[in-house]
């Protein structure tokens, strides 16, 4: 899927055996804003304007910050496609395969939804994304930040970390990292994306007093996402 090229008349545009399935996406022309479709292969209103007739759309609908190619990498466009609740089959919410960020980490963008029975695709398409998957998550493994710490200071939370031993994806290099925090008792949420920084450091000013979270950061190139680091669970006091 280009972000820079989207056909709003063909939604996903994918194979039958995606029928079953909605998606999520973002209104970047309404602050993030966050939409729901449960017929991924009908006509989708990309940039929320109202209709759905755009043979050339340009919007970033995954709230990564840039307009780019997305595929099945951790955080990209498999992640956002979730059961339609009026088919039969698997729960509703189960995403395609394991589209879970490394460690295990909830991608940043997977929704939680209320518990619906619909039709499951076939083994095969299953098994390919899988695969897919997990060669992407092992390519990706040496882009990790290295070291990635968390100390709680007066002012928030101070995050330091190491640059990986691969800061470059396909040739292309390293120019940002993303930081991102989820909450340590609510795994099931989905992480926020707190802000893009330059240096190996960030401070998180907005965390809340008694909660408890989990940081992480990726670097990010200018098509790409790499794999991500993240903290032991931090206790805000």
Known sequence: ?????????????ASSSLDAYGTIW???????????TYSANSPIDWTCNG???????????NKD???????????????LLMANPSRSGVPTGSTIGPFGTPDGQPDILAQ?????????PPAETLLRIERQTREALQRLEPTKPRNMTANVGQEG??????SP???QIDGEPLIR???????ADKPHLPFQLLGFTETSSFEDISAVKGKSYVYGVSIVTRNNRGAWAKTAPVQIP
Do not use: H
């Open 165 to 167: 031993s691969v800061a």
């Open 157 to 162: 939370v101070f995050l330091n970390w190491e």
């Open 65 to 79: 910050g840039i307009r780019t190619t997305l595929g099945s990498i951790p955080s990209q466009w498999l992640s």
């Open 112 to 120: 939680e939804v209320p518990s619906t029975a619909v039709e499951e």
């Open 177 to 183: 990292y993303a930081v991102y925090r989820g909450e």
């Open 51 to 61: 209709n759905a007739t755009q043979t050339g759309a340009s919007t970033d609908i």
């Open 26 to 36: 973002f209104c970047e022309s309404q602050s993030d804003q966050q939409r729901t």
């Open 1 to 13: 899927m280009k972000e820079t090229s989207l056909n709003e008349t063909l939604g996903l545009n």
